[in-house]
């Protein structure tokens, strides 16, 4: 059974940082495109970064590069999502996510993936 379990958000003030966890279990992480996305009241759930766990490539939306940093430990079967610089417009429930049933598939936008974890929520405020 596949199930991805996120930890890690909270509160925080502008310009802190978090990290998020999502642990994942039921499939080998080495062969799958892991997701973090995010999703505003209001507004539609957004990619914000994956991974590429087999080679370790990366992308992310423009709006975390250089603030965000995505990585995995293969043998904890666990992704990060190390947030700094931390914006208001930050503030979302953040989700991680896989394509499961498109082992092949690399990229940021949502529609493709189909095993999503509950989510946590982050709140950047002062």
């Known amino acids: 059974q596949v199930q991805l379990v996120e930890s890690g958000g909270g509160l925080v003030q502008p310009g802190g940082s978090l990290r998020l966890s999502c642990a994942t279990s039921g499939f080998n992480l080495d062969y799958y495109t892991i997701g973090w996305f995010r999703q505003a009241p209001g507004k539609e759930r957004e990619g914000v970064s994956c991974i590429s766990t087999s080679d370790g490539d990366t992308e992310y939306a423009d709006s975390v590069k250089g603030r965000f940093t995505i990585s995995a430990d293969n043998a904890k079967n666990t992704v990060y999502l190390q947030m700094n610089s931390l914006k208001p417009e930050d503030t979302a429930v953040y989700y991680c996510?896989?394509?499961?049933?498109?082992?092949?598939?690399?990229?940021?936008?949502?529609?493709?993936?189909?095993?999503w974890g509950q989510g946590t929520q982050v709140t950047v405020s002062s």
């Open positions: 996510a896989i394509p499961y049933y498109r082992s092949y598939y690399y990229s940021l936008a949502p529609d493709g993936y189909d095993h």
